[in-house]
């Protein structure tokens, strides 16, 4: 038996194997945008339920931010075909412009629900409404017997001041 070392065989020698970087940077740029847009939507596209007196005190209720605000219509506010109101809820009132003419059973001492968003303006916070819903979902009704029994209520109350 032959103990002594053996001569080294040279080995092909080949370039070394290239990260696929770009690769890997297009993945984590692609990734990163989808996330951005993905957090974006879901911000957006929630409309926070909140009530006139709730606007700039309620997390999520913030002025600037898309929301749904609930009251009852005050009488004697409704102008311009419906266009111009204020809506009323626990004391506090909220001027609202909408774009069309509300439909519907919408009427002064009635409570709805406006989508919208509140903005600062010369005169103070206004409401810029999108939709005007006059009849809730059951949704809605279900999460929120509590916010209806005070929404009727101030209509009935609305309602005596005849």
Sequence with gaps: MDLSPREAVPTAVGKPRKRPWLA??????????????????????????????????????DVGRSIRIQGVVDQGSVTGEGLNFVISYNGQSMPVVVGSKPTGIFSECVPVVVSGKVVENADGRVFEGR???????????????????????????????D
Excluded: M, P, S, W
């Design 131 to 161: 939709e005007v819903i006059v009849k809730h979902d059951n949704q809605y009704d279900a999460e929120n017997a509590d916010r209806l029994a005070q929404g009727e209520a101030e209509a009935a109350a609305c309602l005596r001041k």
């Design 24 to 61: 890997v940077g297009v993945l984590v740029a692609v990734l990163a945008g989808a996330g951005v847009l993905v957090f974006k939507f879901l911000t957006n596209a929630v409309d926070y339920y909140c009530n006139v007196d709730e606007i700039g005190v309620k997390d999520g209720c």
